[in-house]
Every structure is written in structure tokens, then in C-alpha cells.
């Protein structure tokens, strides 16, 4: 397959497709065009991926694989051009974390080596995050590869999102919660802003066709300011009427790990999005506090703005797309240098590892999101042995 494959789409919205498609690839002249397999994903893959489609943390002692692993592989494999990986990871998966059946049943979250020494599930809740990008890459996948059975896959996930995972909170209408379970005390939702990339709704709202997704993708809007009101995203933020967005009871307004992402979403929006220049302006901050630093802060009190520590290699490639966004060439290229020298050398950093194929996938241009949250990818031929 040559360039760009964009599937059935109505004519205008297939027009906006191909004219990001152009400005992409236009982008893109100049990189070595021929499948290479993307050697990060190829590492990737030697370090965490086992022949049966798991990825392991292998930094905990019941090496565990979390439902999120499962999602970003999958969307990685896509860039790549990679489906032979796609199958595995997805069939492991729903074998394993979704009891077989993953069009009725949301993917528990984790699964590794219990007490009794069997290997199962570890916990059966299901996480939206990882739902949503499983959901996504689905939706993808059946496009670019024109596979009527990921397509069909991708909607029975996304509506089990929509009936387990999303609840009509007063004042603040349909939103994503965490997971299915354990996210409302006193009336008091406890939400995740990281869990809500507006690129990954879009997709699923294109694909689905129905308008809850867009209500929650308003509600996903003011979920993402709310967590950043000095411009630092907090890992949780708690919800109640009347009072609105409140610190949460058990992180304190701590951004971190969790939150490290929304930075990462919401620079990978294309300037086309209505949200791209209101996001990148409220998360200006934190770039200013990235920018005077050798690597951002591992931790931040979003309240009072005391930082902690130094973030891994991987929060580093995570505020690539907004250091690119803001212009700042050479924070840029002291950000990437530390991520390459430092990424992908052992399988004891999973998370780290993932947020730098995100940002150094995006900044060298092997992927893209349109306005209506299709993904632009460019592969000549599918890329890398199964």
C-alpha cells in the first residue's frame, strides 16, 4: 500500500483528509519513505512484547501487563505497519483479559503473577484510558487495513465504554469515568484528565455516530482545563455539585505520572483542532517550567506549585509535541538527545519507553492525527516480521 489509506469517509470529511494527508507527507519529505520497520518499535517489541501478543512490565515482581500496555502496543503496531503484532497482541488480550469475549466484556486492567503462583487476572476492573485507545486502534486498524472484523470490534468496545464507563454527572453532563467501578464516594466523581485524549474521542465519535460521544467530549474539554487551573495537570481531580472541580482527597493535587500525558495529548492535536491552541495556551506554564530545565519535574503540587524530583526519559518525550508547538527548537533537540540516549536500553522502564515512542513517533512525523481524529500514518509496505 502506497501513502495514505483513509478508508470510506464521507466526501467532505475525506477532502480534510486528504489535505492533512498532503500537508503531512509534505511535512515528511525528506525521511527515508521505504518501511524500516520503525526501529524504536522493533526495540520495543525485543524488550517488552513475549511471542504470544503480552507486554510485560518486568519491573514488578508478578511482571505484570496492564490493559494500557495492550492499547499503546496496538496503536504502535498500526504506525508500524505491523500486523501480524496487531493480531497477536489483540487475540492475547481479549483471551486473557476480556474472558474470551472482548465485544462484551471491558479488558480487566491487570493480569500477572497472583500469590497462589498461577498467572491471571489481578484485578478485574476495566480502565478507560485503555478501553478508549483499544477502542481506537480497532477503529483504525479496520480502516487503514480495511478489516471488517476490527471495525466491527471496535464498535461493541466503544459502546461498552459508553454503558459501563460513562455517567451523567450533574453540572458537568456525560463523562468519562476511570473504570466501570470505584470512582464515586459522597457524591463526589473522582476523574482522571489523562484518560481523555480529544484526539482518540474524535475518532470513536466519528466512528460511532453516536452523540453521547459528543457530549462527552465537552465534558473531556473541561475535565482537561479543570485539572490545570495554574496550568499544571494534576494525576486526579475530584468533582461535586455546586462546588464543581475539587483537589482530590487521595493525591493531593500531585501531577505526575498520570498527568504527564495530558501534556502529551494535547500537543499532539493538530493546529485544525478547536482545542489545540486553547490547550496549548493553558499548559503554557508548564512548558515555561519544562523549558529552564534539563528534564521536567518527576512530581508538582499543582497547588502550590512545588515541583519534586526529575521525570524519566519519558516525560521528556511526552512534552515534545508542546516544546515543537511553542517553537522552541533548541529545548527541543537538549529534550530529544536526553530521550535517545537514555530510552529503550533495558525492559525495566514499560511506561517510560511508551511515552517515547508517543512523542519521538510524532515529532519525526511517522504518524498524525486530522481534525476529526483519523490517523495519518505513512508505510510503503507492512514492516517487520510477526
Not at 503484532?85 to 492475547?92: K, V, Y
Not at 479488558?107 to 487476572?121: I, K, L, M, Y
Not at 455516530?209 to 473531556?220: A, D, I
Request: glycine fraction near 8%; hydrophobic fraction near 40%.
Amino acid at each position: 500500500m502506497n501513502g495514505y489509506s483513509h478508508g470510506r469517509l464521507p466526501s467532505l470529511a475525506l477532502y480534510c483528509t486528504l489535505c492533512a494527508a498532503l500537508l503531512f507527507a509534505t511535512a515528511s519529505h525528506g525521511r527515508d519513505e521505504q518501511c524500516d520497520g520503525w526501529p524504536a518499535w522493533q526495540r520495543f517489541k525485543r524488550l517488552y512484547l513475549s511471542e504470544d501478543g503480552r507486554v510485560i512490565d518486568a519491573s514488578t515482581p508478578q511482571r505484570i501487563t496492564v490493559s494500557e500496555g495492550q492499547a499503546y502496543a496496538l496503536i504502535f503496531a498500526l504506525i508500524a505497519n505491523d500486523p501480524a503484532a496487531f493480531s497477536r497482541i489483540i487475540r492475547w488480550t481479549q483471551e486473557n483479559l476480556a474472558q474470551g469475549h472482548l465485544e462484551r466484556t471491558l479488558p480487566a486492567w491487570q493480569w500477572g503473577h497472583a500469590e497462589d503462583g498461577t498467572w491471571s487476572v489481578l484485578d478485574p476492573n476495566a480502565a478507560a484510558d485503555a478501553d478508549l485507545w483499544m477502542a481506537y486502534a480497532l477503529t483504525e486498524a479496520g480502516r487503514l487495513w480495511r478489516n471488517a472484523s476490527y471495525a466491527g470490534l471496535a464498535r461493541a468496545l466503544s459502546d461498552r465504554i459508553l454503558r459501563e464507563e460513562v455517567a451523567l454527572i450533574p453540572g458537568l453532563g456525560a463523562t468519562l469515568l476511570p473504570g466501570p467501578k470505584g470512582f464515586l464516594t459522597q457524591q463526589t466523581w473522582r476523574l482522571n484528565a489523562s484518560y481523555a485524549p480529544i484526539q482518540v474521542l474524535r475518532g470513536i465519535e466519528r466512528q460511532s455516530g453516536n452523540r453521547l460521544w459528543g457530549q462527552v467530549l465537552k465534558s473531556s474539554e473541561r475535565l482537561i482545563v479543570g485539572s490545570a487551573p495554574r496550568g499544571f495537570a494534576a494525576d486526579w481531580i475530584g468533582y461535586r455539585e455546586p462546588d464543581g472541580f475539587v483537589t482530590d482527597q487521595l493525591t493531593h493535587g500531585s501531577g505526575s505520572y498520570n498527568a504527564i500525558r495530558v501534556y502529551l495529548w494535547a500537543g499532539m492535536l493538530p493546529d485544525s483542532d478547536p482545542l489545540a491552541g486553547a490547550l496549548a495556551h493553558r499548559l503554557a506554564p508548564m512548558i515555561a517550567e519544562a523549558a529552564r530545565r534539563r528534564a521536567p519535574p518527576e512530581s508538582i503540587n499543582t497547588t502550590t506549585l512545588e515541583s519534586n524530583g526529575e521525570g524519566s526519559p519519558g516525560f521528556s518525550a511526552a512534552l515534545l509535541p508542546l516544546l515543537a508547538r511553542a517553537k522552541l527548537g533548541d529545548i527541543v533537540q537538549a529534550y530529544r538527545a536526553r530521550v535517545e540516549a537514555e530510552s529503550l536500553q533495558s525492559d525495566q522502564h514499560y511506561y517510560s519507553d511508551a511515552l517515547t515512542l508517543f512523542g519521538l513517533g510524532w515529532l519525526d512525523r511517522r504518524y498524525a492525527f486530522d481534525r476529526s481524529g483519523v490517523l495519518l500514518v505513512k508505510w510503503t509496505a507492512p514492516c517487520g516480521a510477526a
